[in-house]
């Protein structure tokens, strides 16, 4: 039997017509009681996320006002200062951060997503020990920030690594805290990628770590990158674990990762926020606006590097 080509796209307009009316059958509400459910439902969402979006703005537009007069080079390019607050600026705090978060991007990339590789793709599901990963980075995900803070001052500042209060320190602390959201994250893009791409890969003579690295880990590369994402985000403005790890000093050379004292700019912010003086409170305002400048940067990268690989995979 030969079907018309032409009357293809019509039998799936049909099948598609059908298919959404069964749906909504089912999950359409059927009475005015359901009905005006739903609206005040959907409204309490909307009023909750317009009262945290206006909190949001009111911050930002506070701090730029409150930090205009001090958004200038001088805010960039000097360091701290106790003597001459009309002078003092983020440089080193700029650095400290910098250096954290790019060691937190090298540590939890590779390790978070080899463990959403392992537990995916390898990991027998029997096997005790495989369900005991599964819960305790599940339960590690909801653990608070100080408690890492605490354990990184035990074993890594001091204890078995003993690295000292240095900015290597901090961001192994960092990479701790957000770690199982990078594997939960990943562990989802991979389940994401259609069965069909590894059968196909296989049948055609691949292995499996060849089906993984030139199919799954691409298809599946820009979940992985907004878990990533997500996580700088939140280490980002972590300050918490970071006092415990050396973090709290008052830094006026610029540091390094393995040597030296170091600090950050929620640290340094909440330094300057503390001081009596009205030119240091401007100075917090401003370090406001340029610790998210240097968030946006960030994430606009890292965003951009998403969809460079969501239309590279679409083709």
Do not use: C
């Not at 040597?259 to 917090?284: C, H, K, M, T, W």
């Amino acid at each position: 039997m030969v079907i018309d080509k032409g009357k293809r796209p019509q039998r799936s307009r049909l099948a598609v017509a059908g298919a959404r009316a069964a749906t909504e059958s089912i999950f359409t509400p059927s009475s005015p009681g359901d009905r005006v459910a739903n609206v005040v439902f959907r409204a309490l969402l909307l009023l909750g996320m317009g009262f945290a979006l206006l909190g949001l703005v009111a911050i930002i537009v506070w701090s730029f006002i409150e930090g205009l007069p001090r958004l200038d080079t001088s805010l960039v390019t000097e360091g701290p200062s106790t003597l001459f607050p009309e002078n003092a600026g983020y440089r080193t705090s700029i650095l400290g951060t910098l250096w954290v978060i790019g060691g937190v991007v090298l540590f939890i990339v590779p390790v978070g997503v080899g463990a959403a590789v392992y537990l995916e793709e390898y990991a027998d599901k029997s096997r005790w020990w495989n369900r005991a990963i599964e819960v305790n980075i599940q339960n590690l995900a909801a653990v608070p920030s100080i408690v890492f803070g605490i354990l990184g001052l035990a074993f890594i500042v001091r204890g078995p690594l003993s690295l000292g209060f240095v900015a290597a320190a901090g961001s192994l602390t960092l990479s701790l805290l957000v770690l199982p959201t990078v594997i939960l994250a990943a562990r989802e893009a991979i389940k994401a990628v259609p069965n069909s791409t590894r059968l196909g890969s296989l049948g055609l003579g691949a292995t499996q770590w060849q089906t993984i690295w030139h199919h799954v880990l691409p298809g599946a590369l820009p979940g992985i990158l907004t878990g990533v994402i997500l996580s700088v985000s939140r280490a980002i403005g972590e300050s918490a674990p970071l006092l415990l790890v050396g973090a709290v000093t008052f830094v006026t050379f610029d540091p390094t990762f393995f040597d030296g004292q170091y600090s950050v700019l929620p640290v340094q912010i909440y330094n300057y926020a503390g001081r009596p003086q009205d030119e240091f409170r401007v100075l917090a305002a401003a370090g406001t606006i340029l610790m998210l400048a240097v968030l946006l940067s960030m994430n606009s990268f890292a965003i951009w590097l998403r969809n460079h690989y969501e239309k590279k995979n679409a083709r």
